[in-house]
């Protein structure tokens, strides 16, 4: 495993910021997004790193964009990673958890599907029998199966506020009704691929979201795709209706945290070593069982 890195050091690039979890470079007419291990729960960042994890999101979305090119072009530039770096130590720090990508101008929502009832989407449907406003039949259980996978769209918060669940009338109002019915339609078809890969590979994809941008006028795919980061996935043998099934992404860090009732404000508690060792196994397991 290599040496974990809570925040990357490249002084011969032009830093625009650091994300929850990205550093970002600008390169001219791309960018550089450098996926560190940082860990970010309820939208807060935490002091220790997990092993590999920069890697692991890189890589599985790296997978992902070249799997769904044929459905939406995404922002991944042809020119090769390793040319950016300056001496053969960068290259072996950096390469394998960074994206060279095209600049692009990013949507104001993030488009969330949904396939099973689960995390907020089951706390709304318990409270108003919806899930961001769209109703769903009576007497539904926790991870149950919808009966065809939802679209719900979010604002873009800033860091360390949470994004907002929105209606589609209201993402259409933000992005213009043309476009957030093409990003609703195409993610359906994103989400439906990622499902039925990960149904493949014995995983159920609960939930997830993308993210998108425009490049001359052509809407593509950006940021990140299908990572535990980005999505929930369950373990098929493991599924029951009724109950939260374990998965591959931070809910395993999130239990740890509502089980000794931190208020969810920064800062953010140092993580025992045996949750970030299994925090880190989890996600090596998911890259392990999707790009097999």
């Known amino acids: 495993m290599t040496t974990p890195i809570h925040q990357s050091n490249l002084p011969y690039l032009k830093l625009l910021f650091r994300g929850k979890v990205r550093d970002i470079y600008d390169l001219g007419d791309e960018l550089l997004l450098v996926a560190t291990d940082r860990l970010s729960a309820f939208d807060v ?47 072996a720090l950096y390469a394998k958890r960074s994206m060279r990508v095209k600049k692009t101008k990013p949507l104001a929502i993030e488009a969330v599907m949904r396939g099973y009832l689960a995390g907020s989407g089951w706390n709304d449907y318990q409270k108003t029998g919806k899930v961001c406003g769209i109703a769903l039949p009576a007497g539904l259980k926790e991870s149950q199966k919808l009966p065809e996978p939802i679209f719900t769209p979010a604002t873009k918060a800033p860091q360390g506020e949470h994004d907002e669940n ?9 992005v213009g009704k043309e476009t957030a ?9 994103i989400y439906t691929t990622g499902l039925e890969h990960a149904a493949s590979k014995g995983l159920l994809l609960a939930d997830t979201k993308f993210e998108f941008g425009h490049l001359n006028g052509e809407l593509i795919l950006i940021d ?15 599924y029951q209706v009724g ?10 860090v999130r239990d740890y945290l509502n089980k000794i009732g931190w208020n969810k404000k920064p800062p953010a508690p140092e993580l025992p070593e045996e949750i970030v060792e299994k925090t880190a196994q989890k996600y090596q397991e998911a890259l392990r069982r999707l790009t097999a």
């Open 45 to 91: 960042v935490f002091p220790n790193p997990i092993p590999g994890k920069g890697e692991i999101l890189t890589q599985m979305s790296l997978f992902w964009f070249e799997k769904m090119k044929d459905l939406l072009p995404n922002h991944i530039s042809d020119k090769p990673v390793e040319d950016i770096f300056q001496n053969k130590d960068d290259v």
């Open 166 to 174: 929105i209606s589609f009338e209201r993402a259409c109002e933000i």
């Open 181 to 189: 019915e093409r990003v609703r339609a195409v993610s359906l078809k």
């Open 224 to 238: 990140e795709v299908l990572t535990p980061d980005s999505s929930r996935f369950w373990p098929k043998d493991q």
């Open 243 to 252: 109950m939260s099934p374990p998965s591959f992404d931070k809910q395993f």
